[in-house]
């Protein structure tokens, strides 16, 4: 099954909607729901996503303290379902990123889990990482996401260390 790295589109609004609503109120890592406030799988939120999406790729914007430029994609099938959301931030200028953000994100809608989907992404994802001169890149995810550890790992991810309840791995480009 073929997976996909897609910008977020106007075009994609009613399979976006649906992929946030399985999330069931919880803002999918990964898909920069934190950034809208009152987040919610409506058109005012997709919109504010979209345009938070466009500003943060655009490396000539200066961006609200806190925040570092970074490329959002949404995963999708071949028939442009969304079925996740990815994230690869540019620079670890925070500390927050430095601890337990990482220079990636990622989440895969419940429906869609166990099926090679983010694995597939966090791959695309690393040569987007490359095209952007990176030479390692931190992933993280909580200790209790064995599954994401698993994914990690199966794209070359090396357990560093332990912070807080994130488990640290790091890629070499």
């Not at 939120?45 to 979209?50: D, I, N, Y």
């Not at 429906?111 to 694995?119: I, K, L, M, V, W």
Request: charged residues 25%; negative net charge; hydrophobic residues 40%.
């Amino acid at each position: 099954m073929a997976t996909a790295l897609t910008i977020p589109s106007p075009a994609l609004y009613d399979t976006w909607a649906e992929c946030v609503a399985e999330f069931d109120g919880v803002g999918p890592d990964g898909s920069g729901s934190w950034k809208v406030d009152g987040f919610g799988p409506d058109r005012a939120s997709f919109e504010a996503l979209l345009e938070i999406a466009d500003a943060e790729a655009d490396v000539s914007r200066s961006l609200p303290e806190g925040h570092v430029h970074c490329d959002t994609f949404w995963i999708t099938d071949p028939a442009d379902t969304v079925i996740g959301f990815m994230a690869l931030r540019h620079s670890l200028a925070t500390d927050f990123l430095r601890t337990e953000g990482g220079h990636i994100g990622y989440s895969v809608r419940p429906s869609r889990r166990r099926q090679g989907h983010a694995s597939r992404a966090l791959g695309l994802v690393l040569d987007r990482a490359r095209e952007r001169q990176l030479d390692r890149v931190l992933v993280t995810c909580d200790e209790s996401n064995t599954a994401s550890a698993r994914t990690i790992e199966s794209q070359g991810g090396v357990f560093e260390n332990h912070v807080g309840i994130k488990r640290r791995y790091w890629i070499t480009l």
